[in-house]
C-alpha cells in the first residue's frame, strides 16, 4: 500500500513538473503554494493573487546582479525525500517580478547519478527564500540498502547569471527509515 502512495506522489511530481514548463494560470492552487514568502506582507508574499499579472523578470544589462543558494533540511530529509531552503538575494535595484528557478534532483544510482525529479520554482528578484520538500521512488530503498547519496541542484543548466555559481549544488547522504 505504502509503495502505491509513493507512485502516486510521484506521478502527481511528474505532472506539476511538465505543466510547469508551460505558462502558468494564477488561479493554479500548486502555483500559489510555490510562491515564496517575502519580508513584506503583501498579497503575493500569502499566496493570494495581486491585483497585476506576474512579470518574469531579467537583469536589465545581462550582468550577474543576484545570488541563488540552497541548503539542506536534514531533519526532514530521508531516503526518498530531500527537504531544502532555495535562496534568491536581491536583483537590481527596482526590478519586480518573479524568476523561474529549476530545481533537479539526482540520486546515486550503482555509482551513477541519475534525475529522479526536477520542479520550477517561481522566486521573487526582489529577493525570498523559499522552503521545498521533494520525494521520489528511490532505487536504494527497493535494494535494501540503509543509505542514499541525494544531489539536489538550483539551477542545474545555468540559466541564471550569479555572482556565485558554487552555492547551487550539494550532496547529502539521506538514511532509510525502516
Do not use: W
Not at 523578470?57 to 550582468?63: A, G, I, L
Not at 526536477?118 to 543509505?147: D, K, Q, R, Y
Amino acid at each position: 500500500m505504502r509503495f502505491y502512495k509513493i507512485a502516486a506522489l510521484l506521478g502527481m511530481l511528474l505532472l506539476i513538473a511538465a505543466t510547469s514548463d508551460c505558462q502558468m494560470n494564477r488561479d493554479t492552487p500548486t502555483l500559489a503554494s510555490k510562491l515564496p514568502r517575502t519580508n513584506d506582507n503583501n498579497l503575493i508574499g500569502q499566496g493570494q493573487q495581486p491585483s497585476t499579472p506576474v512579470v518574469i523578470s531579467n537583469p536589465f544589462n545581462n550582468q550577474a546582479v543576484s545570488d541563488l543558494s540552497i541548503v539542506a533540511d536534514p531533519d526532514n530529509t530521508t531516503c526518498n525525500q530531500i527537504s531544502f531552503l532555495v535562496t534568491l538575494t536581491a536583483s537590481t535595484v527596482g526590478s519586480t517580478g518573479y524568476q523561474p528557478v529549476k530545481v533537479r534532483v539526482l540520486e546515486n544510482r550503482l555509482g551513477t547519478p541519475t534525475a529522479v525529479a526536477e520542479l520550477t520554482l517561481l522566486m521573487p528578484v526582489s529577493g525570498g527564500s523559499l522552503h521545498e520538500t521533494i520525494g521520489f521512488v528511490s532505487a536504494v530503498s527497493s535494494t535494501g540498502s540503509m543509505n542514499n547519496d541525494i544531489t539536489i541542484s538550483a539551477d542545474p543548466d545555468n540559466q541564471l547569471k550569479e555572482t556565485n555559481e558554487r552555492n547551487n549544488q550539494l550532496t547529502i547522504n539521506a538514511a532509510c527509515q525502516g
